[in-house]
């Protein structure tokens, strides 16, 4: 069991480029979850994903970013015209179907806009 | 809209000393987590809290749960170097996602 897996664990994009994120939940987890840290502080929901459906993106900033969970392959965190201020590490969880609880994180994408 | 305070935000304490981090929170939640997170790393789990009264114990960290005052405790027992990170704890808000706290950095020191 491989558990959540992130990759690129660092990318760098210059000002304007795209950034694109994935996640591979764990095995028999259906729900995916990203996350974003700022330096020095908590973790911030931004968007919240099954299979073909988006569920909650309440915390997504209303342009640029935007994500996909497809029927098959990872998830994708897509950040587009990326600015320095997206800087930062994000973070995919997922988790198991409705019933269940706990949520697994994966190592993080570090994402440094230069 | 559900608020999660952590206090305090830095904590520096002696090698064998005792310290307790709080965390409230606004909203009725029947789950709670506990986090550590070391520089640069991922979040690693320490605790599910399920239910009020719940008491969970791993080592020097013993983390309890009181959902009447919306109050959850992460307590530290005779501090050691090795438990310096940074301790997160979240709420599940009863909508699919974790609401987290701000974070309570920990320098253990000898």
């Known amino acids: 069991n491989a558990g959540v897996m992130q990759n690129p664990r660092h990318l760098v994009r210059r000002r304007g480029q795209e950034a694109r994120l994935r996640c591979s939940p764990m095995?028999?987890?259906?729900?995916v979850y990203w996350y974003r840290q700022l330096p020095e502080e908590g973790l911030k929901f931004m968007v919240y994903?099954?299979?073909?459906?988006?569920?909650?993106e309440s915390g997504m900033p209303k342009e640029r970013f935007s994500a996909e969970f497809p029927k098959e392959g990872p998830s994708i965190l897509r950040i587009q015209q990326v600015v320095r201020g997206d800087s930062a590490a994000y973070f995919c969880?997922?988790?198991?179907?409705?019933?269940?609880?706990?949520?697994?994180f994966g190592s993080g994408t570090r994402l440094t806009v230069v | 809209e559900l608020k999660v305070e952590q206090n305090p935000l830095f904590l520096s304490m002696q090698e064998g000393k005792n310290y307790t981090i709080y965390c409230n929170y606004s909203?009725?939640?029947?789950?709670l987590y506990w986090y550590r997170q070391d520089p640069g790393k991922s979040l690693e789990s320490l605790f599910v809290?399920?239910?009020?009264?719940a008491v969970k114990q791993e080592g020097r960290l013993m983390a309890s749960l009181d959902t009447k005052a919306r109050l959850s405790t992460l307590h530290i027992t005779a501090a050691v170097h090795d438990l310096s990170a940074t301790y997160f704890c979240?709420?599940?808000?009863?909508?699919?996602?974790?609401?987290f706290g701000t974070g309570t950095r920990l320098q253990v020191f000898p």
């Open positions: 969880a997922s988790s198991p179907p409705e019933g269940l609880y706990g949520y697994t």
């Open positions: 095995k028999g987890h259906s729900h």
């Open positions: 994903l099954q299979k073909e459906n988006i569920i909650d």
């Open positions: 909203t009725t939640s029947d789950r």
């Open positions: 809290l399920l239910s009020n009264g």
């Open positions: 979240a709420v599940d808000a009863n909508t699919d996602k974790l609401i």
